[in-house]
């Protein structure tokens, strides 16, 4: 029973567009989620997060959007770089055991 | 700063043998997470521990895994016997005391394991 669920295992875009990737969930008992990149030979590191309390979290490039009602949240990534080619890693907590989706590759065509 | 050290960073071993993976966490942490990665599955968790006791291990997929928390600085994750299904790349993570941050993980480099 994947309570995570990133869709897309793949999204490829161009230099200086936006990426959009989606992640949806089906526990409704998670109270905060977070997006981790992950580098080839690499550990997942931590790009950003959001609490249940709230819609939306910038940090610079990166938006996280969060629907409780859809159960959905997406990372939006403007303008995308080459850099930005990994890949990312939806998840959701409640306490301290996170649930990860399966991630998506994100391909950032120069 | 050291991050997570993990060790080995490759594992190679024959069907039927024990493979030890060893994690050190980030000085101050007190939860210790142990991960799986493979293409089937993503990244699932097998066990975490706080203050170095064992919280929930229900990920752990059978009896042949057991994950030991010595001291605050030291796990081990132990898989015997090894089977060619136990192949993937393993994590350890730490992070904060609970209401330090936003929960975040930090992860180590990762373990990549091959049993033939």
């Known amino acids: 029973d994947q309570q995570v669920k990133q869709n897309s295992p793949s999204l490829s875009v161009q230099e200086g567009r936006i990426s959009i990737l989606n992640c949806d969930y089906t526990?409704?008992?998670?109270?905060?989620f977070l997006w981790y990149k992950k580098y080839p030979a690499e550990g997942p590191t931590f790009l950003i997060s959001i609490s249940s309390i709230k819609d939306k979290n910038e940090d610079g490039r990166f938006t996280v959007f969060l629907n409780k009602s859809a159960k959905h949240l997406s990372l939006h990534i403007v303008p995308s770089q080459p850099g930005d080619s990994a890949v990312y890693f939806c998840?959701?907590?409640?306490?301290?055991?996170?649930?990860f989706g399966a991630g998506t590759i994100l391909r950032v065509k120069s | 700063d050291a991050g997570v050290i993990q060790s080995p960073r490759h594992e190679v071993t024959e069907m039927g043998q024990e493979v030890t993976l060893r994690c050190k966490p980030i000085?101050?942490?007190?939860?210790l997470f142990w991960y799986r990665q493979t293409m089937m599955r993503g990244l699932e968790l097998l066990i975490y521990f706080n203050n170095n006791v064992p919280i929930d291990d229900s990920g752990m997929p059978e009896d042949r895994f057991s994950a030991k928390m010595p001291n605050a600085s030291f796990s081990t994750l132990k898989i015997q016997p090894s089977e060619p299904r136990d192949s993937a790349v393993y994590f350890c993570?730490?992070?904060?005391?609970?209401?330090?941050?936003?929960?975040?993980?930090?992860f180590g480099p990762g373990t990549r394991l091959t049993v033939t």
């Open positions: 993570a730490s992070s904060p005391p609970q209401g330090a941050s936003s929960y975040e993980q930090y």
């Open positions: 000085s101050g942490h007190d939860y």
């Open positions: 526990n409704s008992m998670f109270d905060y």
């Open positions: 998840a959701a907590g409640n306490g301290n055991k996170l649930v």
